[in-house]
């Protein structure tokens, strides 16, 4: 059996997508440990998650520090004493510094809750909502200092349908994110997934989204 890839989740709030991590290697189907999980929120509902599977978990808030890179420096530092061979950003809400990302440039990977590059930032299910749009979704990518720019890896699309509340819809996004970034890591664990020259590799070949 192959070796497993060790993994730091980086999370600021209920932890889902986590728990989908988590029970997907639970059940064997994800080849990787979670060697950390770490958090900007110290109230994080994601921390309990991680700590009821026997998991590691850390805190970093921003506040205490004097600017984002000072922050990146420092959250840098907690990652790299892991040793992952990638970092995960499973709702993290923080914005990280340049320097940071391009330390983990091809390494790190994100989840967004719209179909990129529709709907970058925050409040993406009721700008959906207000735009008319007649899908939405979520994309996983590779992370880069432009913020929800990175090159695509995969996206999922759900309907939009004509009464939905933004609740409703965010929950018909997340039920779907699960799937996809799941997938992603074990992609990635497995060599299949590689970031090459600003362009997502999948088995070689450039991912067309």
């Not at 759900?158 to 799937?179: C, G, I, N």
Request: hydrophobic share 40%; net charge negative.
């Amino acid at each position: 059996m192959p070796p497993k890839m060790p993994i730091v989740v980086l999370i600021s709030g209920g932890g889902t997508n986590l728990q989908a991590i988590i029970d997907a290697t639970a059940k064997g189907e994800l080849p990787v440990t979670i060697e950390a999980v770490i958090s900007d929120k110290v109230d994080a509902y994601g921390l309990e998650r991680a700590q009821k599977a026997g998991l590691r978990t850390f805190t970093l808030p921003y506040s205490g520090f004097e600017n984002r890179e000072a922050y990146g420096r420092a959250l840098q530092q907690l990652i790299d004493e892991q040793n992952p061979q990638l970092v995960v950003l499973a709702g993290f809400m923080r914005i990280l510094s340049a320097p940071f990302v391009e330390h983990y440039l091809g390494k790190m990977i994100n989840i967004h809750p719209s179909l990129l590059p529709r709907h970058k930032g925050l409040n993406t299910h009721q700008r959906a909502i207000e735009a008319g749009d007649s899908e939405a979704g979520c994309t996983v990518h590779f992370v880069v200092p432009e913020i929800d720019a990175g090159p695509i890896i995969s996206q999922a699309r759900v309907p939009v349908y004509d009464d939905d509340s933004t609740d409703e819809l965010a929950a018909r996004v997340l039920e779907r994110e699960h799937q996809i970034f799941t997938q992603a890591i074990g992609w990635f664990a497995t060599a299949r997934l590689q970031l090459n020259d600003g362009h997502a590799l999948l088995d070689g070949k450039n991912i067309a989204i």
